[in-house]
């Protein structure tokens, strides 16, 4: 089945720097790939999102690149701030079927003032 | 509100005593699915139900059991709870079939099964 890797597990940035996120896939037909934002007590909550044709994507601070030939795609978060501060999760929708999501094990991110 | 709700939010029990998790959505959503959430081990999905009547099992379903009799509903059953179902528990739903549009979390349910 679809394999997806996260790194890192854990991150500490200074407000206002960026912080990257990077994530590989196996499934070289994978076709949707979403980013998800965990707060303490909370359940995952959909950030941005990638398709297969489509290379970059971006809101206001949040970015997703995706590189179908090296199978891996990336989350950047500019001017990050302490509200930042959460568990990000990556994710890839498999081949084998269209309604199956396969996550990473989820970074950390501490954002410090 | 558009939300997701799971019942309970917390529950501790012991080996073997069934148990149902409640999850309703009130978004008209088609699929639904549930998820385990393990230290280190992310997000795995258990089963997932494209609409009434039409589920299909995940990465990790042994042990369980789900029923769609209606669209809001998607209830997790464990028949014969183990200890090695102690997790943190996320139903989750999205619109037309697809998780295209993002998918709706719950706020979670955390079991201990002693």
């Known amino acids: 089945g679809e394999n997806v890797e996260q790194h890192p597990s854990t991150l500490s940035v200074q407000e206002g720097d960026s912080a990257v996120i990077k994530c590989t896939y196996s499934?070289?037909?994978?076709?949707?790939f979403p980013w998800y934002k965990q707060e303490l007590g909370k359940g995952p909550q959909l950030i941005i999102d990638?398709?297969?044709?489509?290379g970059e994507k971006k809101d206001q601070r949040i970015a997703v690149t995706l590189n179908k030939t090296a199978k891996h795609f990336s989350l950047h978060i500019t001017e990050t701030q302490p509200e930042d501060s959460a568990v990000y999760f990556c994710?890839?929708?498999?081949?084998?079927?269209?309604?199956?999501?396969?996550f990473g094990k989820g970074t950390s991110l501490l954002v410090t003032p | 509100e558009a939300q997701v709700t799971q019942n309970p939010r917390y529950l501790i029990t012991v080996t073997g005593k069934k148990l149902t998790v409640t999850c309703s959505q009130n978004?008209?959503?088609?699929?639904m699915s549930w998820y385990r959430q393990d230290p280190g081990l992310g997000l795995r999905q258990i089963y997932y139900?494209?609409?009434?009547?039409?589920?299909d099992k995940g990465d990790v379903p042994e042990g369980y059991k789900v029923s769609r009799k209606e669209k809001r509903n998607f209830p997790l059953i464990l028949e014969s709870p183990s200890p090695n179902q102690t997790s943190l528990y996320f139903c989750?739903?999205?619109?037309?079939?697809?998780?295209?549009?993002?998918?709706?979390f719950g706020p979670g349910t955390r079991l201990t099964v002693l």
């Open positions: 989750a739903s999205s619109l037309e079939g697809s998780f295209l549009m993002g998918q709706f």
């Open positions: 499934d070289s037909a994978s076709n949707y």
């Open positions: 990638i398709r297969s044709n489509v």
């Open positions: 994710a890839a929708s498999p081949r084998y079927s269209g309604y199956a999501l396969n």
């Open positions: 978004m008209n959503h088609e699929y």
């Open positions: 139900s494209m609409n009434v009547e039409a589920t």
